[in-house]
C-alpha cells in the first residue's frame, strides 16, 4: 500500500503534525523563519474547533500554554531563536511545574537580532535547558520533513509521558524547504489520564500546580525528582541514526541540515577512498553519547559540521573523553555549508591525524 | 503560623463563619493587611454564586504568591506578570469554568502591563482581581507603578519624584477605553460599608464570566500597613483621604447590562 504524501514545508507539516497529535491549543507570535507555522495553525486549529491564538508576545505564548497545560491539554507554541530566549523564563516554569508542552525553534542567525537565515547555534540553549535553574527538556532535532512530523508527533507523546517540556529543534532551512510527506502512519492521538490537571475542584479536594517552594529541603525533594525522570530519559529515549559506520575510519557526526550536507560530502569521500561514515543524533537531549564512545575504539578523527562555531562539538568531546581528535567545521551568520567545504575539512583533517 | 486545630477554634471564639471556599489555613499576611479581607470576600462571592467547584484562580507573584493555600480551588501559579496570559490559556481550552487572576500591582502593573493590556483588549472571558496597594509588598517595599507622588519606598528614599520615576498609573482608567474591556470598578476595603460594596463588585465580576460578557476587572485599593510604615488605623484612614484622591473609586466602566 502506497502511502499518500503531500508536499508541504517543515513548518506546516510541523503544524499538521500537531493536530494529528491531538493538539487542543497553540499559541504564537510572528518570527521568520517559522511564520508559516503560525499561519498554518491560525486557519488548521479553527477548522478543527480547538483553540489559536497570535498572542501580544512570545512571553505570552509560552505563559498561554503554561494555562493550557495546567488545565491538562495538550498545547505548543513555536518561535525562532530571539522569541526562544523570551519564552525561556516560561520554559524553566514548565519544568518546574512537570508540566508537558511542545515547543519548536526554527532556529535562525544569531546573536541578537542576527537575520532569518538558518543556523543552528541555539544548539546549548536548546539542550541545556536554556532557562533558569537545575532543568533539562527533552530536545529533537529533524532532518527532514518527514522527520519533522515523526518528532513532533513523539514530541507530543515524550513530554506528556515525561509531564517535561519538549523543543523540536530545527533550522530555518527545515522550516521553510518542501519534501514530500505522510501522515497516514500516526495513529490517533493517545494522551495520558492527567488526574494531576486543574479541572475545578469538583468531588475532591483542591489541588494547585506551582514552582515555589520556600523550605529548601522541599525544593529539594524536587530537584531530585526531576533528576531521576531526567535519569528516565537518558535511560529510554536516546535515538540516533547510523550511516556507513562499519567500515569507518573517520567519523562525522552531525544533526539536521548539517547532516543533509554531511551525507553528500561523505559519499564524494568514500569516492575518493576515504572511509567515512556518520552518526547523527536525532534526540540531542538525551545524546547519544554511546554510539559516538563506541566509534572512538576505531575511527581515526571525528568532524562535526554545525552551522555554529561549535556547540554539539562539546557533547561529542564529552563522548569521545580525548581518545580521538575531534574537529570542528562549518559556516556560520546564517551560512550553510555545501557538500565541497565539508568534503575539503575531510581532506585537511586526514592530513593532520 | 498557628495549626489549623488553632485556626478553627478562635473562628469558633469570635463567632466567625468561615466561607467554604476558604481553607483553614492561617495566613501569612501581616496584621492590617488588605489581602486576607479580599481573600475572604472572594470566598464568600464564590459560595454565594456556587461557582467554587468550577472555579480555577492564577495566583501572582507577590505577597498572595500562597493563595492556592488560602482558597479551596484550584489554583495554578504564573510567573510574575504573565498571570493573565495563564488565564487566558485556561479559559480557552476549559470555557467551561470560571477563571480569575489575581494580582499585585507590581504583578499586573509593571511587569505584566502588556499581558493586562492584551488580555483585555482580546475581551477574554476572565475576571482581574487586582490589589493595589502602591507598593511591592513581597519584595521588600520598592516602589509600585501605582506609587503616590512624594510616597517613600525602598527605592524611592526621598518620595517618588515625577521626573525622576514618572507618575502613579490607574490601571482601570488605562484599560477603560479598549474596545474588549466590559465592567471595570474601583473599590476599598476601608470599612466594613466598603468591604461589602467591594464583594458586591466581586459578584458582578463573576457574573460577567458567568454570563458570557467578557473581561472584568476590580481595583482594590488595599493597605500595606508593613511598608507604608504606618498602623493598621492609620492605614484605613490613608486610603480614604489620600489614595482616593489619585484613584478615585466607583464604577468606570459596565457594558454589562447588570444593574
Ligand atoms: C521575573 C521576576 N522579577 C522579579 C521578581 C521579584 N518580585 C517578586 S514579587 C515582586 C513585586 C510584588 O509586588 P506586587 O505585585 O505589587 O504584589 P504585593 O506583594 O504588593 O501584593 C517582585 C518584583 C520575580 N519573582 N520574578
Ligand atoms: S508586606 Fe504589605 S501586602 Fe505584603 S503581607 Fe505585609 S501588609 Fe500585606
Ligand atoms: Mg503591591
Redesign the interface.
Known sequence: MSANKILMTGNEAIGEAAIRAGVDAYFGYPITPQNELTAYMSHRMLEEGRVFIQSESELAAINMVLGAAVSGKRAMTSSSSPGISLKQEGISYLAAMELPAVIANIVRGGPGLGNIAPAQSDYWQGTRGGGHGDYRTICLGPSTVQECVDLVYLAFDLSDKYRTPAVILADGRLGQMMEPVTFDHLGPPSPPEKPWALTGAKGREQQSIKSLFLDPDVLEELNLRLARTYEKIEQNEVRWDTLQMDDAEVCIVAYGTSARVSKEAMRRARDEGIKVGLIRPISLWPYPYEPIRQAAEKVQFFLVPEMSMGQMIEDVRLAVEGKRPVYHTGRVGGNVSNPKEILDAIRDCCEKV | MPSETAAKKSDKQRGYRRPHAL?DAVTHYCPGCGHGIIHRLLAEAMDELGI?????A??PVGCA??G?DY?????????HG?TP??????????PD?IVFSYQGDGDLAAIGT??I??AAN?GENICVFFVNNTVYGMTGGQMAPTTLLAQQTQTTPGGRDQVVHGNPIRVCELLENLDGSTYLERVTVSSPANVRKAKRAALKAFRTQMDGKGFSLVEFLSPCPTYWRMSAQKSIKHIDEVLVKVFPPGVIKDQTGQE
Not at chain 2, 467554587?52 to 480555577?56: G, S, V, Y
Open positions: 481553607t467554587r467547584e468550577k472555579t480555577i492564577v495566583a504568591v500562597l492556592y482558597w479551596r480551588i484550584d489554583v495554578s501559579e504564573a510567573p504573565r496570559a495563564v488565564a487566558t490559556g485556561i479559559k480557552r481550552v476549559q469554568k502588556a499581558e493590556v492584551h482580546r
